[in-house]
């Protein structure tokens, strides 16, 4: 009995030795990954353009992105046209067209603009559930994005049950999963006349379960980070705890239903389920002081701050000149920071035939606006520890590709109330042609 005892205890020393020598190399292995995962930059931008006349603009800015040899691909977040302009079919081709002569992949995300308010007069008084399936016919016609050097993406539609939704995707890049989702302004197309509201509430399930499922599959491919783009802006301030008795009460004549309610909590059960760095990006309403926002406003049901979310909200003063770089590097904690592209178009490099330059610009530092909640941790990391300058333009006229040598702007230190950041992928992926994607199975 004696000695079964002691070949016990030892079997089982040897047990945690080799499990621990086995927890030590995946440990290795997930910072050998991290450190061989190329820094990557991603351009976003939106509202180009207003009028015809702005074509030209949107070629100049899809050009000068494209001649930033750092940049890996562009995502343009709604309203390719302006709410005023009429809904035709020759003027979504000729958009479409511009896209597809963009030197970088382009991955369009539909806007308010672009299909909810084409029922307007001035936008030809047409159906906007029926443009919708135009414009995801015409540009999310198969599994890859817009442009000369396109990227394979994976598409809702190849979901049998969600198969209209073309137009929600998702890719994986150097150890990042992106998720685009079609939740336009205003209030997410939630329509106040009686009847079912069809199109929203068949969107709003294929939005959670897109949500979820890109999530999970980012969990389970050991993706350091999480980043959902959507147009509209869900007013994280605005928090709306469950009850179940409320279909019990009559609710007043003057409030107003909130269309990302369900999409908000989609955010909070996914920041949950996967625990690492988790960002959102979305546009705003109204240009912004400093062309963006970063904060933490979204709550869980208990009225917590979800730590681990972080919101970006976009609003450039002038949007179709400017553009917002999102730099990533798994090395930094967070793996993000983010600042303001110029477009320069110089008159002697135009009369010539040049390509537009895009101005690098100094790293913004971001604040949180007066009433918001006091930042947790993770968020102060999102900080750039100071401002520089933004160097002096070319003189040469031409596009200006090299970055400037600037020291990190994330704090090195992370607090220990960080939420836990998953493992890097064993097999990052390398950008191919501006971006790739691990392509996953459904």
Same mark, same amino acid.
Not at 403 to 426: E, F, R
């Given at each position: 009995?004696?000695?079964?005892?002691?070949?016990?205890?030892?079997?089982?020393?040897?047990?945690?030795?080799?499990?621990? +020598?086995?927890?030590?190399?995946?440990?290795?292995?997930?910072?050998?990954?991290?450190?061989?995962?190329?820094?990557?930059?991603?351009?976003?931008?939106?509202?180009?353009?207003?009028?015809?006349?702005?074509?030209?603009?949107?070629?100049?800015?899809?050009?000068?992105?494209?001649?930033?040899?750092?940049?890996?691909?562009?995502?343009?977040?709604?309203?390719? !046209?302006?709410?005023?302009?009429?809904?035709?079919?020759?003027?979504?081709?000729?958009?479409?067209?511009?896209?597809?002569? @963009?030197?970088?992949?382009?991955?369009?995300?539909?806007?308010?603009?672009?299909?909810?308010?084409?029922?307007?007069?001035?936008?030809?008084?047409?159906?906007?559930?029926?443009?919708?399936?135009?414009?995801?016919?015409?540009? +999310?016609?198969?599994?890859?994005?817009?442009?000369?050097?396109?990227?394979?993406?994976?598409?809702?539609?190849?979901?049998?049950?969600?198969?209209?939704?073309?137009?929600?995707?998702?890719?994986?890049?150097?150890?990042?999963?992106?998720?685009?989702?079609?939740?336009?302004?205003?209030?997410?197309?939630y329509l106040t006349a009686g009847g079912r509201n069809g199109e929203f509430?068949?969107?709003?399930?294929?939005?959670?379960?897109?949500?979820?499922?890109?999530?999970?599959?980012?969990?389970?491919?050991?993706?350091?980070?999480?980043?959902?783009?959507?147009?509209?802006?869900?007013?994280?301030?605005?928090?709306?705890?469950?009850?179940?008795?409320?279909?019990?009460? +009559?609710?007043? *004549?003057?409030?107003?239903?909130?269309?990302?309610?369900?999409?908000?909590?989609?955010?909070?059960?996914?920041?949950?389920?996967?625990?690492?760095?988790?960002?959102?990006?979305?546009?705003?309403?109204?240009?912004?002081? !400093?062309?963006?926002?970063?904060?933490?406003?979204?709550?869980?049901?208990?009225?917590?701050?979800?730590?681990?979310?972080?919101?970006?909200?976009?609003?450039? !003063?002038?949007?179709?000149?400017?553009?917002?770089?999102?730099?990533?590097?798994?090395?930094?904690?967070? %793996?993000?920071?983010?600042?303001?592209?110029?477009?320069?178009?110089?008159?002697?490099?135009?009369?010539?035939?040049s390509p537009p330059a895009s101005a690098p610009a100094a790293w913004s530092?971001?604040?949180?606006?007066?009433?918001?909640?006091?930042?947790?941790?993770?968020?102060?990391?999102?900080?750039?520890?100071?401002?520089?300058?933004?160097?002096?333009?070319?003189?040469? *006229?031409?596009?200006?590709?090299?970055?400037?040598?600037?020291? %990190?702007?994330?704090?090195?230190?992370?607090?220990?109330?960080?939420?836990?950041?998953?493992?890097?992928? @064993?097999?990052?992926?390398?950008?191919?042609? *501006?971006?790739?994607?691990?392509?996953?199975?459904?």
């Open positions: 009995m004696h000695l079964a005892n002691c070949a016990y205890r030892a079997h089982w020393r040897r047990a945690r030795v080799t499990h621990a +020598f086995a927890l030590a190399c995946v440990v290795m292995a997930a910072q050998a990954a991290c450190a061989e995962a190329p820094p990557m930059s991603f351009a976003i931008a939106s509202n180009v353009v207003n009028r015809s006349s702005d074509e030209t603009t949107l070629q100049q800015m899809l050009d000068a992105i494209g001649r930033d040899r750092n940049t890996s691909f562009i995502v343009y977040d709604g309203n390719l !046209k302006s709410e005023a302009e009429p809904c035709r079919d020759a003027l979504y081709n000729t958009r479409q067209q511009i896209f597809d002569s @963009s030197r970088k992949p382009v991955v369009l995300l539909p806007g308010g603009n672009d299909w909810t308010s084409c029922s307007s007069s001035q936008a030809g008084g047409y159906d906007p559930v029926e443009r919708l399936d135009f414009i995801r016919q015409s540009f +999310f016609a198969d599994s890859n994005s817009l442009g000369q050097t396109p990227m394979s993406v994976i598409r809702e539609s190849d979901v049998a049950r969600f198969r209209p939704f073309r137009e929600n995707v998702r890719w994986q890049t150097n150890g990042i999963a992106f998720i685009g989702l079609n939740a336009p302004a205003p209030n997410n197309h509430e068949d969107r709003s399930v294929a939005n959670a379960f897109w949500l979820e499922h890109a999530v999970e599959t980012a969990r389970r491919t050991d993706m350091r980070a999480v980043v959902v783009i959507l147009q509209g802006d869900p007013d994280f301030t605005r928090y709306e705890r469950r009850d179940r008795f409320a279909w019990l009460r +009559f609710s007043r *004549g003057d409030t107003s239903r909130d269309g990302f309610l369900e999409l908000k909590r989609s955010l909070v059960k996914a920041a949950e389920s996967f625990r690492g760095p988790m960002i959102v990006i979305h546009g705003s309403d109204t240009p912004i002081v !400093k062309g963006f926002r970063i904060d933490q406003p979204l709550r869980n049901d208990k009225g917590t701050v979800v730590a681990n979310l972080t919101r970006i909200e976009v609003g450039l !003063k002038n949007p179709r000149t400017q553009w917002l770089e999102v730099e990533s590097d798994l090395s930094w904690r967070p %793996p993000f920071r983010v600042r303001v592209r110029d477009v320069t178009v110089r008159p002697n490099a135009q009369a010539q035939g530092v971001p604040s949180v606006e007066n009433g918001a909640p006091r930042p947790s941790s993770f968020f102060q990391e999102m900080q750039p520890v100071q401002q520089h300058p933004a160097p002096a333009p070319a003189s040469d *006229g031409a596009a200006s590709n090299a970055t400037p040598q600037m020291p %990190p702007l994330l704090n090195p230190n992370p607090p220990p109330t960080v939420p836990p950041i998953l493992n890097a992928p @064993s097999n990052p992926i390398t950008p191919a042609s *501006g971006a790739s994607n691990k392509a996953d199975g459904q």
